[in-house]
């Protein structure tokens, strides 16, 4: 079993709500930049731990609108959850690493992290994934549904059974405490899971997390990796 599995937690929109979660150590904090979202962001990011990688989330931006709020935000991570194409995220991991601001703010020369999403129901094409490798930085799994994220449901985990690549992976969509079990079967296996992404099983209302209920998760996440 995995014993550095990282956590995101994503779709954070109030700001006294993002520094309760970030008291709780994450690895990730996600923001979402779509207006379509309930989770769309439109405030100010309180002043979050440099452990902690702020991560902007994007459906089918155009590449200025990300570069604007990776150097607006201090953005480590990107996470592209539309239809971007190999060559589109190939031209913004060059503009990420060259069209940023100020050396700094930190953000300067450092390589931002890029997810790439894919949806997934019951099925799901691998090869697809090949022309992304060697260009982003970890895939990120995600039911495939009406809404682009927080659906509120699991794909079926075993269509990863089929998985071919090296590449990590984040797992996500409708991830909550009734998953416990499944997350525990799928860190036994060889798949290279790097994350969880959590995000609607946690909110009281669109974009407001649970801290109490987040918390308890964390923990026994943690005691199933150290224990393992």
Request: proline content about 1%; aromatic content about 14%; charged content about 25%.
């Given at each position: 079993?995995?014993?550095?599995?990282?956590?995101?937690?994503?779709?954070?929109?109030?700001?006294?709500?993002?520094?309760?979660?970030?008291?709780?150590?994450p690895d990730y904090l996600g923001f979402i930049f779509y207006e379509k979202s309930p989770r769309n962001f439109e405030k100010n990011i309180p002043e979050?731990?440099?452990?902690?990688?702020k991560t902007g989330v994007f459906v089918d931006a155009s590449i200025n609108f990300i570069i604007e709020k990776v150097n607006e935000f201090g953005f480590k991570a990107v996470q592209l959850h539309g239809n971007e194409?190999?060559?589109?995220?190939?031209?913004?991991?060059?503009r990420l690493l060259f069209d940023c601001a100020e050396p700094e703010n930190g953000i300067c020369g450092l390589p931002i992290e890029i997810f790439k999403v894919f949806g997934i129901k019951d099925?799901?094409?691998?090869?697809?994934?090949?022309?992304?490798?060697?260009?982003?930085?970890?895939?990120?799994?995600?039911?495939?549904?009406?809404?682009?994220?927080?659906?509120?449901?699991?794909?079926?985990?075993?269509?990863?059974?089929?998985?071919?690549?090296k590449m990590p992976i984040i797992l996500s969509g409708g991830i909550g405490p009734k998953e416990l079990n499944k997350i525990e079967q799928i860190l036994k296996t060889d798949l290279p899971i790097y994350a969880l992404d959590l995000n609607s099983k946690f909110e009281e209302g669109p974009g407001l997390k649970d801290t109490a209920l987040l918390n308890e998760f964390l923990k026994k996440v943690k005691m199933l990796t150290v224990n393992s």
């Open positions: 079993m995995k014993n550095n599995l990282k956590i995101k937690v994503c779709g954070m929109k109030h700001p006294e709500n993002i520094v309760e979660v970030e008291a709780l150590q979050v731990s440099n452990t902690i990688k194409s190999a060559e589109y995220c190939e031209e913004l991991k060059g099925q799901f094409d691998f090869s697809v994934l090949a022309e992304y490798e060697g260009i982003v930085d970890y895939f990120l799994f995600d039911t495939k549904g009406k809404e682009k994220g927080g659906n509120g449901y699991t794909f079926d985990w075993s269509v990863l059974k089929n998985y071919n690549s």
